[in-house]
C-alpha cells in the first residue's frame, strides 16, 4: 500500500459511498463529509444499470466505460451483500419498446449498432414482447430484449454501502464542505478536515468546490415517480421497459416487492428541486400507453434530483492537483459506473496506471492542469 495518511472523501451519495468503502476497506484511514449521506441523486435514481440501452452511436467511449463497469457489478455486489448488505441486483434484462413506425427505425438503428459492437439484442414483434410481460398495452407495435442489462435497488444499495462504510471504519462529517485543496477539506462551520488526499465526490454540487471545476458540472434535473402495485391491480412487469412516446423518453424499472419506478425528465434549469404537475402529468400518461394497468396502482412519491452533468456526458475521474482528486460528472449513469469509480480512485491514491478506458474520463480532456 502506498504511504499517504488519510484520505477525505467529499460527497456521500453512491460514488463517494463506493470509492469511500473501496479506499477504507483496502486500508487507508478514510473520512466522508457530506451534512446529508445516501441522498443526492443516488437517492431519487431509477436503478438501471444499462449502458447498452443508453447507448447511441458516437457515444462509444460512454458504452465501453458502461460496459466495463456492469461487467464488475455481479462481484461489487456479492461483495457489498458480505460487507454491508443486499443491493437487490437484477438480472431480467431490458424491453426498450416501439410505439409507432418512427420508433421501429430508431430501434432498428440501436439494435444495428449495439450487435456491431458485438452486443447482445434480440428484435421482437409486440406479440413476442407481450408473451415476455403480460401486462404491456396492445399499442406496443415491435421492440428489442437486450438481455445484459441489470438493474439495482438504488436505496436499498445506499444503506448497503453506507453499512459497508461504517464496518470498514471509514468515519462520518455531518458538515457541509465549502472548498477543498492539498491537505484538507474547508468546512462551512470554518473547521477543517485534514488529509493527505481529497476527493470531491459531491455530484452535481462538485463544480463550487474547486476552481478547476467551476463550469464543468452542471447539476441536469430529473423528476421521477414511484408507483406501487395493490390487491387486484395487475403485477409489476419483470423486466425493465423503456419507451419514447411522443418523443418523450420513459422507462420503468421494477423493485421485487411490487413498486416500480417510472421515471424521468431532463432538464437544464440549474438547482431547481421541485416537481412539477406537468412532469407527473407526462410520465403518467406515457406510461399508462405502454402499460396500461398503471392506473391502477398506488401513486406512493414523486421526487426529483440532480444528476451531475459534463460537457461531453462522460464523468470526470482523475486528478486535478496533487492531492485532489475528482469522481464526479457521472450524469445519466452514476449507479452503473460506481464499481469502475471506486476501482479508479483505489488505483489513483495507489498511484497505479488506471486502464486504458479511464482515459476518456480524465479531467485533462477539458484542459485541466493533470501534472504527468
Ligand atoms: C431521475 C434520475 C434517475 C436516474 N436514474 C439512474 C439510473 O437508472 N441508473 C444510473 O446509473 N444512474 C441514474 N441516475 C443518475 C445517478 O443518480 C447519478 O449519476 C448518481 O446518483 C451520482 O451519484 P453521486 O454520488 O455522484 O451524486 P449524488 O448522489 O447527487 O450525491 C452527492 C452527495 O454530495 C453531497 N454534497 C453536496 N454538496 C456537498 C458539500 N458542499 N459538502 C459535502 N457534501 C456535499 C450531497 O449531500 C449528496 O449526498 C439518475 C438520476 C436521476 C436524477
Known sequence: MSEVGRIAVVGGGVVGLSVAWWLAAAGYPTTLVDPRPKRGASWVAGGMLAPVTESWP???????????????????????????????????????LAMDSADVGTLAMLADHLRDRGREVHRLSG????????????????????????????????TALHAACVRSGVEFVTVSADTVHPGGVELTDKSTVECAVVVIAAGA??????????????????????????????????????????????????????????????QDVG????????????????????LPGIAEYALTETAAGLRAGSPDNLPLIGELEPGVLVASGHHRNGLLLAPITAAAVLSLVREEELPERLRAACPSRFGVEVPT
Not at 130 to 138: A, F, V
Not at 145 to 156: F, Q, S, T
Request: a neutral charge; zero cysteines.
Open 127 to 158: 406479440r413476442e414482447l407481450r408473451g415476455l410481460e403480460p401486462t404491456l398495452g396492445s399499442s406496443v407495435r415491435s421492440g428489442l430484449h437486450v438481455p445484459g442489462d441489470l438493474a439495482v435497488d438504488n436505496r436499498a444499495l445506499l
Open 205 to 266: 454540487w462538485s463544480g463550487a468546490l474547486h476552481p478547476a471545476l467551476h463550469g464543468l458540472v452542471r447539476p441536469v434535473k430529473g423528476e421521477i415517480l414511484r408507483l406501487r402495485t395493490r390487491r387486484g391491480a395487475l403485477p409489476v412487469p419483470t423486466r425493465t421497459i423503456r419507451a419514447h412516446v411522443e418523443s418523450r423518453p420513459i422507462y420503468l424499472v421494477p423493485r421485487v416487492d411490487g413498486e416500480l419506478v417510472l421515471g424521468a425528465t431532463q
Open 58 to 96: 458516437g457515444e462509444e467511449d460512454a458504452l465501453e466505460l458502461g460496459r466495463a463497469s456492469l461487467d464488475q457489478w455481479p462481484e461489487f455486489a456479492a461483495r457489498l451483500t458480505r460487507a454491508g448488505g443486499d443491493p437487490g441486483l437484477r438480472h431480467e434484462g431490458t424491453l426498450a
Open 271 to 290: 438547482f431547481d428541486e421541485d416537481v412539477t404537475a406537468g412532469a407527473v402529468r407526462d410520465l403518467l400518461r406515457d406510461a399508462e400507453r405502454v
